[in-house]
DNA sequence: CTGTCAAGAGGAAACGTTTACTTGACTTGT
DNA sequence: ACAAGTCAAGTAAACGTTTCCTCTTGACAG
């Protein structure tokens, strides 16, 4: 920048005003600026700049999610982009492996580049390490779940309601005997999840079968087959993961089962409608729930100082067939 | 900071020794630094730090893919993550939507925060305008597309072998009749693809027919549906990208011909062995591409100054059934 | 003419760090 | 006991910008 202001004749302050598209310059001096900057390659350090600038910004936000390789989150990842693109803004993503310490180190690495703000879906339980760069001015925002310790804006599924419609849904085609297959049960998806399945039993008079309810299995092929060879085993099942529903498609297709057991899943994934019969699926909108998350965040940095805000998106039913077959395989 | 050295009672050169781990300070200096730092909450700010650093390294590296929630750039953004992480590097990832103007600002936005490195799956059909940015120091590696007009390390999949092993592996079924549906023809993946489809052919003395070549069509549903209706439609179909595939597959099984028509893809998609039959495809490795452009660019990063590298990694075969259909449709 | 004002430009301080250089107190070898 | 060397700590300049403040110039009103 001293080198422009050399070779344009001009002095500091003057290449700062041309290259920010400052207000009072002579055009002349400008285009010689413009010159001088094209001549030599100038390359604006941004990362200098708002180390001085007024407002500080950065002008790049930090996501922090499970895994930026899982559909799931990359569909957040992109909603989030979405929005932030519009505002010039960068994203920085990093994958926490669901490791509460693997998260906090992300956090902090990002902090000390001085994002903007925070996305992140929590896998730590605690996240009251946040407050003083929140205090600092960090904008902050939870995705997908909410985050323990702290008060701050959150944008979940609506996953209680979903998974009550999704039973509901299977409620009404006559099942009475519905398992319940769910993630680990410290992840509060997976609870609200089930707190929606005991629900729509309840809303129906069905009573719950410990037998029928699973969380937190680790290898959910083996769990579904399984509970398929139960002397009485379940009509139907609700998986309420989408790795727990593929590995339940296997087990159920290769005990040759499709057309004898019902199956809603919840979370959309792909190939669903090809499959047979097709895959009934209580459906999210991940790149929704990024877009929402990215507006608060940008909202808290356009001054918004009220109470925290908590979005709640519906699901999407999509019957495929494989939620609308009958006890005992009758469509 | 300067708060910290105060509350300590030390000199701003003794705090940031300490806190960069410096070599020799007293212990109980070094105590006493630790303790103003947590009562004031001091955060460390990286850019200022590598503002003025010898070494100047922002600890970032830049990702530039078509589209971050595409299922194989997200695996090699995961692959990215895996390797930088060792080295506490992170990693800014943006979608060019395979747009060269998106993709420009893209990288002016991140050479403007003086990312280390940048790693692009390159949209753009000219990429000079980053030679300055190399010359300043910029490593850059280029992967799944090489680039243009620029002389760089880039890291590919083996298309053309790939496909040439996925349609001879259709015509040691006995097929002869083999379409083949690919991207845009600017693609260099697509043209590498068809390259292998060709050279297949050739070497089992097939004889190529027009008709069966089709590429960069919007419609691909549409397109396998006309061909598997023509007069002498083909008994074998080769997709050679994943959602052309994916397409494929519902024309396909919507037509019930999923057990006359052989159907090899390349790229792995999920549910692709619960379809029947499985889907026989032709997998790449994403997160190992994603590793060794990674690889390839700290190598840069810590000196490497010689010619660019060119890797090819290989594909391997998943036979599921839809490849191993003789024509006709016997097994 | 003088005085007021606005616009345009420059000088220098500041942002939060690191680091080259300096200082001072010890240690060590003779 | 003294020169030389070592080590720990401090001072101040520097990194590449922006911005506050001042200065000059010219226009215009009284």
Do not use: C, W
Not at 44 to 72: C, K, M, Q, W, Y
């Amino acid at each position: 920048m001293k080198q422009v202001a050399a070779v344009a004749g001009v002095s500091l302050a003057t290449v700062s005003r041309v290259v920010n598209g400052g207000p009072s310059v002579r055009p002349d001096l400008a285009a010689r600026v413009r010159d001088a900057v094209d001549l030599l390659g100038y390359r604006h350090n941004h990362t200098a700049s708002s180390l001085r600038r007024a407002d500080r910004l950065s002008a790049s936000i930090g996501l922090i999610f499970e895994d930026v390789a899982n559909p799931f989150f990359s569909a957040v990842h992109r909603g989030v982009e979405d929005v932030a693109r519009g505002r010039g803004v960068l994203t920085l993503a990093g994958s926490s492996d669901e490791l509460p310490e693997r998260e906090r180190e992300l956090a902090e690495s990002l902090t000390a580049r001085r994002v903007d703000g925070l996305i992140i879906a929590p896998a730590a339980t605690d996240h009251s390490y946040l407050q003083r760069d929140r205090a600092a001015g960090l904008a902050l925002v939870f995705v997908d779940r909410p985050a323990s310790f702290i008060d701050a804006d959150v944008v979940l599924t609506d996953n209680a309601g979903g998974a009550r419609e999704a039973v509901s849904h299977l409620i009404a085609h006559g099942h009475k005997r519905i398992a319940f297959l769910g993630d680990r049960p410290e992840l509060h998806t997976a609870t609200e999840r089930l707190r929606g399945y005991r629900d729509a039993l309840a809303r129906h008079g069905i009573r719950e079968e410990v037998m029928l309810i699973r969380s937190g299995h680790d290898r959910p092929y083996d769990l579904v087959e399984e509970l398929l060879r139960l002397d009485d085993p379940p009509t139907a099942l609700f998986t309420s993961q989408n790795l727990i529903t593929i590995a339940a498609v296997h087990a159920i297709h290769d005990l040759r089962l499709q057309r004898k057991v019902a199956h809603v899943g919840f979370d959309d994934v792909a190939l669903a409608d090809v499959v047979e019969p097709g895959l009934t699926v209580m459906a999210q909108d991940p790149r929704a729930l990024g877009r929402s998350a990215a507006e608060l965040l940008f909202s808290r940095l356009d001054g918004y100082d009220g109470p925290s805000r908590r979005i709640v998106l519906p699901t999407t039913l999509i019957e495929r067939g494989s939620g609308e077959l009958a006890p005992g395989g009758r469509r």
